[in-house]
């Protein structure tokens, strides 16, 4: 069966840091997938997408995640966090050609000022 | 644990029909939720309730009902499918604590209405 693994559950970092949160899935075939984020709140909204292409996907708010396809992984990074990034990020993915999302646990991030 | 179990995986309906979507959690979470999922549109809150007997509208919920006798289950109904609801459902349950709500997701349900 698919699953997603996100490892971090809480991250807590000070403001300008950088981050990296880990995504990995089981499923051997093609997948699209996608970042999801949470705001206190707020419900679910997009962050990112990878279909194919370019590894290297960006997204909105100066997120990017990067596809290494050997490691089955979508690792979302940032290089200079903020404040207004506290949030609760979820992984998932989905088989090419299907519907359903199969989602991580979420991972916590906390911006400290 | 199950965690969120969401029936049935995929289900087709004719225009007009009626169908329940049930989602039961074993957490013992009090807030349950309901999305669709649409092409480019990421998920939409239909749905949501913060405990046993209480629920309220989230972003979308026209054509939809549902209701939370149990703190267990949190189905949700279309009276009369249209193929607008044509999309990809999700349960979620969560809980709060003093760092925020963390969020469990079931597996979805896809829907075509034709």
């Known amino acids: 069966a698919q699953s997603v693994s996100q490892h971090n559950h809480h991250v807590i970092l000070s403001e300008a840091a950088s981050l990296e949160l880990g995504c990995n899935y089981s499923?051997?075939?093609?997948?699209?997938l996608f970042w999801y984020v949470q705001y206190p709140g707020q419900h679910l909204q997009l962050l990112l997408k990878y279909f194919s292409g370019d590894p290297l996907v960006k997204g909105i708010k100066g997120f990017e995640a990067e596809f290494i396809k050997s490691k089955f992984s979508f690792n979302l990074r940032k290089p200079s966090v903020q404040w207004s990034d506290t949030a609760e990020y979820f992984c998932?993915?989905?088989?090419?050609?299907?519907?359903?999302?199969?989602f991580g646990t979420g991972t916590r991030l906390t911006v400290i000022p | 644990n199950a965690g969120v179990t969401q029936t049935p995986k995929f289900q087709v309906l004719k225009t007009g029909q009626s169908m329940t979507l049930q989602c039961a959690q074993d957490m013992n979470h009090e807030y349950m939720s309901w999305y669709r999922q649409d092409p480019g549109m990421g998920l939409r809150l239909i749905h949501y309730?913060?405990?046993?007997?209480?629920?309220d509208q989230g972003e979308v919920p026209n054509g939809y009902n549902v209701s939370r006798s149990t703190t267990e289950d949190f189905p949700l109904r279309l009276l009369s499918a249209a193929p607008s609801q044509t999309s990809v459902y999700f349960c979620?349950?969560?809980?709060?604590?003093?760092?925020?709500?963390?969020?469990?997701f079931g597996s979805g349900t896809q829907l075509s209405v034709l």
């Open positions: 499923y051997g075939g093609t997948v699209n």
């Open positions: 979620a349950s969560s809980y709060f604590s003093g760092t925020g709500e963390k969020l469990f």
């Open positions: 309730s913060v405990g046993a007997g209480i629920t």
């Open positions: 998932a993915v989905r088989q090419t050609g299907a519907n359903n999302l199969f």
